[in-house]
T-cell receptor, first 115, second 111 residues
Framework: GDSVTQMEGPVTLSEEAFLTINCTYTATGYPSLFWYVQYPGEGLQLLLKATKADDKGSNKGFEATYRKETTSFHLEKGSVQVSDSAVYFCALLNAGGTSYGKLTFGQGTILTVHP | SQTIHQWPATLVQPVGSPLSLECTVEGTSNPNLYWYRQAAGRGLQLLFYSVGIGQISSEVPQNLSASRPQDRQFILSSKKLLLSDSGFYLC??????????FGEGSWLTVV
């Protein structure tokens, strides 16, 4: 079945540092890939997505590129802020030709950014 | 634009009591609807999904049930809560086969 493997955390950075959170996946067909962010005590928010190979999703300074050859979707940000402290989830959506899609999540990576 | 709301945001219930969490979506029609649970350790587990009124699929056998009485309404229920039902419950919606969007979540503590 489908699976997503995320970089183990927690990740602790100083403000303005460069961020990379690794994500690799295993799936049949052509899944869509997502990064969701969860701030403390809140639900999940869609951060960015990519629906086909070589697509780059970007939002709020974060970006990730859908790499089919390495089955990866690593999240990057050039300069993190304290407000980026949250849990980040990589996920894939494999509708498999059906009318519904079920997300497969990675285990989540806790990011803490210090001033 | 589409919005999703779920309530209550938090609740504390005794073991053996019933549960009802409600979720509604606005600004779309015939959405797919989902219930997820996030237990300690951050993992997200799909509990139920629905592709239409009255159509419910269960992913994990458990003490919970779901219903969809109206197109944009999704309800998570239990007749008798267990301690292990504690967690953070998330409702979500999507257009058919498309990006899934989550609600604000409901914290359930069973005591």
């Amino acid at each position: 079945g489908d699976s997503v493997t995320q970089m183990e955390g927690p990740v602790t950075l100083s403000e303005e540092a460069f961020l990379t959170i690794n994500c690799t996946y295993t799936a049949t067909g052509y899944p869509s890939l997502f990064w969701y962010v969860q701030y403390p005590g809140e639900g999940l928010q869609l951060l960015l997505k990519a629906t086909k190979a070589d697509d780059k999703g970007s939002n709020k300074g974060f970006e990730a590129t859908y790499r089919k050859e390495t089955t990866s979707f690593h999240l990057e940000k050039g300069s993190v802020q304290v407000s980026d402290s949250a849990v980040y989830f990589c996920a894939l959506l494999n509708a498999g030709g059906t009318s519904y899609g079920k997300l497969t999540f990675g285990q989540g990576t806790i990011l803490t950014v210090h001033p | 634009s589409q919005t999703i709301h779920q309530w209550p945001a938090t609740l504390v219930q005794p073991v053996g009591s019933p549960l009802s969490l409600e979720c509604t979506v606005e600004g779309t029609s015939n959405p797919n609807l989902y219930w997820y649970r996030q237990a300690a350790g951050r993992g997200l587990q799909l509990l139920f999904y629905s592709v239409g009124i009255g159509q419910i699929s269960s992913e994990v056998p458990q003490n919970l049930s779901a219903s969809r009485p109206q197109d944009r309404q999704f309800i998570l229920s239990s007749k008798k809560l267990l301690l292990s039902d504690s967690g953070f419950y998330l409702c979500a919606w999507s257009a058919k086969g498309n990006t899934i969007y989550f609600g604000e979540g409901s914290w359930l503590t069973v005591v």
